[in-house]
């Protein structure tokens, strides 16, 4: 494990950027941190990194946004059961070719495969967070 300090929003962006080049297709990553903690904020660095030009937003309707079949970022928040993950095809795209990114993995925890990597975002101060990956 490691760990990165970012003191913006931007530099949180910039190190997601650079983090996104150590992916490869068919990674699952789990995005870990409170609500504010910056888990979009990091999406949207990684889908730079990965030359994805459309605007990343967050997915709480529609808990799982698909970029090109590139990049598939989910936000768990509003499941409310495992099944109800299981019956909307989430766990579908793990294995889909593109990377995925989740916010609120926790929601559907038996879902997740073991293999997924995680990242760990904590607020330190309204600008500083804490970055374990
Ligand atoms: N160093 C920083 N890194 C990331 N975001 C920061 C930083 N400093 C301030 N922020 C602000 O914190 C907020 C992070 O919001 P973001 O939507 O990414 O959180 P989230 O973890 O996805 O929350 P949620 O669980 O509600 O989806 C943004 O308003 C952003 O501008
Ligand atoms: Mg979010």
Known sequence: ???FISRS???TEAFAAD???TLSA???VILDGDMGAGKTV??????????IEEEVTSPTYA?????????FHYDCYR???VEQAENLGLADYFDAGGICLIEWAQNIAPLIPPYAKRVKIKKI?????????
């Open 125 to 133: 101060d309204e600008e500083k967070r804490e970055i374990e990956y």
């Open 79 to 81: 499941i409310e059961s």
């Open 42 to 51: 990091f999406s949207k660095g990684v889908a730079k990194g990965l030359g």
């Open 9 to 11: 929003r931007e530099e």
């Open 19 to 21: 983090y996104a080049k």
């Open 63 to 71: 808990y799982m946004n698909d970029y090109d079949g590139r990049l």
């Open 26 to 28: 068919g990674d699952v």
């Open 1 to 3: 494990m490691a760990v």
